[in-house]
């Protein structure tokens, strides 16, 4: 079965950081493109940064990030530990959303996390 379980979320104030986690199972992670999503209140979701398959490295892959992020994310994997990281600096209140993990296959239906929030303060 396959399962994304996010950890990490939390109440943050404006400036600060936060770590999310996304561990997967019962997926060939290394070949899988990872992405995290956020949903703010009101709003679509909304793609924040994008990892693509590292091959036979543990780490690695091409990525992508939302304009609003950039400088400010990092998003990274670890194949080993078959997870995903979104590191957050420079936290604004405009961050504040549920984060998803997602998970797309070469081929085939994605999967989705149950989400974790992110709170923001000014």
């Known amino acids: 079965q396959v399962q994304l379980v996010e950890s990490g979320g939390g109440l943050v104030q404006a400036g600060g950081s936060l770590r999310l986690s996304c561990a997967a199972s019962?997926?060939?992670?290394?070949?899988?493109?990872m992405g995290w999503y956020r949903q703010a209140p009101g709003k679509q979701r909304e793609l924040v940064a994008g990892?693509?398959?590292?091959?036979?490295?543990?780490?690695?892959?091409?990525?992508n990030y939302a304009d609003s992020v950039k400088g400010r994310f990092t998003i990274s994997r670890d194949n080993a530990k078959n997870t995903v990281y979104l590191q957050m600096n420079s936290l604004k209140p405009e961050d504040t959303g549920v984060y998803y993990c997602?998970?797309?296959?070469?081929?085939?239906?994605?999967?989705w996390g149950q989400g974790t929030l992110v709170t923001v303060s000014s």
């Open positions: 997602n998970a797309r296959p070469p081929t085939g239906l994605e999967v």
């Open positions: 990892i693509t398959s590292s091959g036979r490295t543990t780490s690695g892959g091409r990525t």
């Open positions: 019962g997926i060939f992670f290394s070949i899988w493109t």
